[in-house]
């Protein structure tokens, strides 16, 4: 009885290590998360100074800021929709970092300094797509876009698992912490790379008196196949104009409804 007692013993701790071991690396993995993205973010506002050599127009100072950067209800569903994108993006955390892995060893995420709110600079994150040198190959690729954005259909720096992440919009999934940080929005317009706002004309500025984010008018009704930068422009302004809750609403239902049909998509 002893024997078979203790036995027993041994098949439930078996089975119990089972269960804890995947779990303890989802925690892990987590955490790591986290923490990682912390002190990237932290490191980050000790150089914004340096970076952000950026001549922003007086009209835009002196513009009232737009009511969607001071909206309660938007903030609220803000913070909501990130802890919801969040709790999704840890659960496929270790399926897609094995898979980014297995097809291209290196980093699993790829962080950007961006331009957000007037100009404001932050670190945007998203699940690496392309080849972990994909910055210093970028000379190297055509540009397929019209005026100051950055286009190529077949890009070869994109991995074949990055296709996938790019056509499902997995990639994005990370700025969800943006957007909790408040550095981002889910509806606003997307943010620019610093390089492309110093060129930016005066009138470019109006899309950035909104915060950036994860989604907009050109993602939802377009996504990829709008390449001409200056449309891209009128209908941030456009978005500006017909903001209300219920917009930033049926966006966010256009964009699901865009990429579960892959429309536009790279």
Known sequence: M???EGSGRCIYMEEMDEVIQPWSLFCTCSITFFISMLYSSLSALQVLDLDNDIAVPDNLWRAAIH???TSKFKRCLDILGALVGLSVTLIM???????IQLDNPGPVF????RCGYRGRPFRIWKFRSMVANADDLKPLVENQA????????????????GSVLRRTSLDEFPQFWNVLKGDMSLVGTRPPTIDEVRRYERHHWQRLNVKPGLTGRWQAEGRSTIKDFEAIVKMD???????????????????????VLSRGAC
């Not at 790829?110 to 300094?113: A, F, P, R, W």
């Not at 456009?238 to 256009?254: A, E, F, K, N, P």
């Open 237 to 259: 302004v456009d978005y500006q104009v017909q903001w209300s809750l219920g917009y930033d609403l049926t966006l966010i239902w256009r964009t699901v409804e865009a990429v």
């Open 146 to 161: 019209e005026g100051l954005i950055f286009k190529n259909a077949q890009d070869p720096r994109i991995t074949r698992v």
């Open 2 to 4: 002893w024997a078979a």
């Open 110 to 113: 790829y962080s950007q300094m």
């Open 93 to 99: 955390l270790i399926p897609i970092a094995i898979a």
């Open 67 to 69: 009511p969607s950067v």
